[in-house]
């Protein structure tokens, strides 16, 4: 099924729109995550806000019948002798949800002690006013626990990377690989920076979420590379630039196709999925996004970029083509 006819469009026409856009989100994505590190929300320095999985400490959901009053509820924890707690409506307005968070505490005694601390408070002053059929909801973590879950999760995102370009610097050349690890990171920075923005927290579903969207930029930008290595087999003298809006004019149909469903079933997600899946859905509307933007603005105009480099050398061409089929 072709979603487009015989498209015409010169992309590479457009990389240095397509630069100063990627730079623009970019390092507006860095300078937040600067400024979160410099100015760190309850002692924590951290470039982007995160989840109580990885920070350590305790967070209590609480959702009441009425709405309530963020004030009251300050005062009566702060009276039951819970200090520096920070209290904020949490979810769509009608849910009339609280959520509760602790700094992060030192060691698994003092976790503990507070999360008792917040529900008796609550059960004193508002047992009457919790919605019987959700009532409180905690999370508990201990920093030593979430220290290493930070950890691994950051080798996890390296890791895959680093098998992707080994993977595709033997199927195509290491040059196709670098160019699809540049996208790659270009696409988790941008989501990442995202999340700094607009102060959303990290935690392993987000995670979870961002090795998703990893391995589908990946999944597109090995389809615009495969149809530019069967052209350049057919048309080994059709200038670089060409050949490559060609290939991907030949795959927008495809791209359009896949990821427009994969994001209308996101954003769907997005919208009605309610808070638990909030911030996962959000790493994938903005990462599938991203991701196809990428895999045509990022990764492809790279390949013509080091090809025009070797040539203004005097070196020959080093893109291969494509095997020719047997039989």
């Given amino acids: 099924m072709e979603f487009f006819r015989s498209p015409n469009v010169n992309w590479l026409g457009w990389k240095w729109y397509f630069l100063a856009f990627s730079m623009v989100f970019s390092v507006a994505g860095i300078v937040k995550m600067c400024w979160n590190w410099e100015h760190p929300v309850g002692g924590m320095r951290s470039p982007v806000p995160l989840g109580v999985d990885f920070r350590g400490g305790t967070q209590v959901d609480v959702q009441f019948s009425n709405p309530p009053d963020i004030d009251a509820i300050r005062r009566a ?94 199927r195509f050349q290491l040059i196709y690989g670098v160019a699809a690890v540049v996208a ?55 200038r670089l630039t060409d050949l490559v809006n060609r290939s991907i004019n030949q795959t927008l149909s495809r791209t359009v196709l896949t990821s427009g469903l994969t994001f209308l079933t996101v954003l769907a997600l997005f919208i009605f999925g309610g808070p638990v899946l909030n911030d996962f859905s959000f790493a994938l509307v903005v990462g599938i996004l991203i991701g196809t933007y990428s895999s045509i603005a990022i990764a492809a105009p790279m390949l013509v970029a080091w090809q025009e480099r070797r040539a203004g050398k005097g070196k020959p061409a080093s893109l291969p083509a494509a095997r020719k089929p047997k039989g």
């Fill in 184 to 238: 790659c990171f270009h696409d988790t920075l941008i989501t990442v920076g995202a999340f700094a923005l607009w102060n959303r927290e990290i935690s392993l579903t987000v995670i979870a979420a961002i090795l998703t969207l990893v391995g589908y930029s990946m999944n597109d930008t090995i389809v615009v590379f495969d149809r530019i290595r069967e052209n350049l087999r057919i048309s080994r003298r059709e």
């Fill in 77 to 170: 924890i702060e009276a039951a002798g819970v200090k520096d707690a920070v209290i904020t409506s949490f979810g769509p307005a009608a849910n009339h949800e609280v959520l509760i968070s602790l700094p992060e505490e030192t060691n698994e005694a003092a976790i503990d002690t507070g999360r008792q601390e917040i529900e008796s408070a609550l059960q004193a002053r508002y047992n009457n006013y919790f919605n019987p059929n959700t009532g409180v909801k905690v999370d508990v973590v201990g920093p030593t626990v979430g220290h290493q879950l930070e950890k691994q999760a950051t080798l996890a995102t390296i890791y895959s990377m680093l098998g992707m370009l080994i993977y595709l610097w033997f």
